[in-house]
């Protein structure tokens, strides 16, 4: 039995699918996903927070059909703000011609163009992130690499704390390492019919009757699963594929430490019928001015994000503020960065506030390992806080659980 269908549960279950054993998923929701969720809003897709996928994640490779996916690819490089403009920091590699026309602006350096060179060198050909960094934060990993402070403040700052949901840069250089080599392997992309396509794919190769969904649970222990409803279920291996939050709830038998704070984020979609030609390209906040740490027309990338003639704006934030005038204040900030005349043409459809959006502690601390998966003869655990906090790491949490419950029942692991 598996309670919770996010990616780790969906990774686990298509293991024991593949060896042909029965199995339940329990999600307390309405659908697949966890954290990878899609809503639908007047023909919009808004994906529950900003996210993208990385197509050079090793075990998505493995698990994922990329052709079913439709995957929209996301242009190399950002236009970031600074000194009252957007500059283009484009790949030089996946855009010759644009990196070479703004090789002498003054955003970067050319000793940080050499170093961001040194640095692919660095992480090629990487698969997972590196042990052997300990726990040193990003931020002084990149220091000592030999990047500048404007450089470390003007891209690294925004681009990589939009994707660790903390700007102080403390998360483990293990992860940049990690991310850095997967964004230069692969770029970066969406599903062409929201994030949620990714759960959905894994989801729809379920044996029959297998999921159950809106059915929470309230305890969980070896051989049992007690539901909010008071349902007792009983089986003789049991996973849990939850949050790193619900999981110590569930689980105080376990010794796990309390886990630390989440990291959350705030995402404001907009839409418009008016918007200047462009390129799908991340905008970034260079100034550090915010609150907007990146804004992406995701319209661009994939025309299903929106209905025609529409298109879908995401502003994301770092944190969740809960000021009753944030719309307010993103709009000013966007009135900086795209001026008056546009912003004015924008509409909001909805703001999501993740308070859970990424496990803290992982992040923080790579080079001891990931967590096991088995907790006692019977009880195993998954989720991208066991392994690293991202839909690889999710990928490969949930296989390494299956993988432990086939060596438990003395059966070949199949893939």
């Known amino acids: 039995m598996i309670v919770g269908a996010g990616l780790a549960g969906l990774a686990c279950a298509r293991v024991l699918s593949a060896a042909g ?14 954290r990878v ?17 990385l197509p050079a994640y090793p075990e998505a490779r493995r698990v994922l059909d990329y052709d079913g996916l439709d995957l929209r690819p996301i242009y190399r490089g950002a236009d970031v703000f600074v000194k009252d403009r957007f500059h283009r920091m484009a790949d030089p590699l996946a855009h010759p011609l644009t990196a070479m026309k703004n090789f002498r602006d003054e955003i970067v350096s050319l000793r940080d163009k050499w170093t961001t060179l040194l640095l692919r060198k660095e992480v090629f050909g990487l698969r997972q992130p590196p042990r052997d960094l ?16 404007t450089m470390i403040d003007r891209f690294f700052r925004p681009f990589f ?31 062409a019919h929201g994030m949620q396509a990714i759960p959905n794919q894994l989801a729809v190769a379920l044996p029959p009757g297998s999921l159950r969904l809106n059915a929470p649970v309230s305890g969980v222990r070896a051989g049992e699963v007690t539901l909010d409803s008071g349902e007792v279920l009983h ?6 594929a939850v949050s790193e939050e619900t999981a110590h709830r569930l689980l105080p038998q376990s010794g796990m430490p309390a886990p630390l704070p989440s990291r959350s984020t705030t995402c404001l ?13 991340i905008h970034l906040d260079g100034d550090g001015r915010g609150p907007v740490n990146s804004v992406m027309v995701l319209s661009r990338i994939s025309p299903h994000y929106a209905p025609p003639g529409r298109h879908l704006i995401s502003a994301s934030i770092i944190g969740s503020p809960s000021s009753t005038e944030l719309e307010q204040v993103v709009r000013d900030q966007m009135r900086r960065w795209f001026g008056e005349h546009t912003v004015a043409k924008w509409r909001h459809l909805r703001t999501y506030q993740i308070r859970h959006a990424q496990p803290e502690g992982r992040q923080l601390k790579l080079g001891s390992g990931a967590f096991p998966a088995v907790i006692e003869p019977g009880l195993y655990r998954c989720g991208d806080w066991c392994e690293d906090v991202s839909i ?8 390494k659980a299956g993988e432990a419950v086939m060596r438990a029942l003395g059966e070949p692991i199949q893939d």
Do not use: C, W
């Not at 931020?139 to 030999?146: K, N, S, W």
């Open 392 to 399: 690889n790491g999710a990928l490969i949490s949930g296989r």
């Open 37 to 53: 969720r899609t809503d639908h809003v007047e023909g919009f897709l808004l994906d529950r927070g900003f996210q993208v996928f």
């Open 161 to 191: 704390g939009g994707i660790f949901l903390e700007k102080d840069l403390r998360t483990s250089a293990a992860m940049l390492q990690f991310l850095f080599a997967m964004f230069d392997r692969g770029g970066s992309a969406l599903p």
């Open 269 to 281: 979609y907009f839409t418009t019928d008016e918007l200047p030609p462009g390129d799908p390209i």
């Open 235 to 240: 089986a003789d291996h049991v996973i849990v």
């Open 21 to 34: 054993r029965k199995f339940t998923i329990l999600e307390g929701s309405n659908a697949v996903g966890g």
């Open 134 to 149: 300990g726990d040193m934060e990003t931020e002084d990993y990149l220091r000592d690499f030999g990047f500048s402070e």
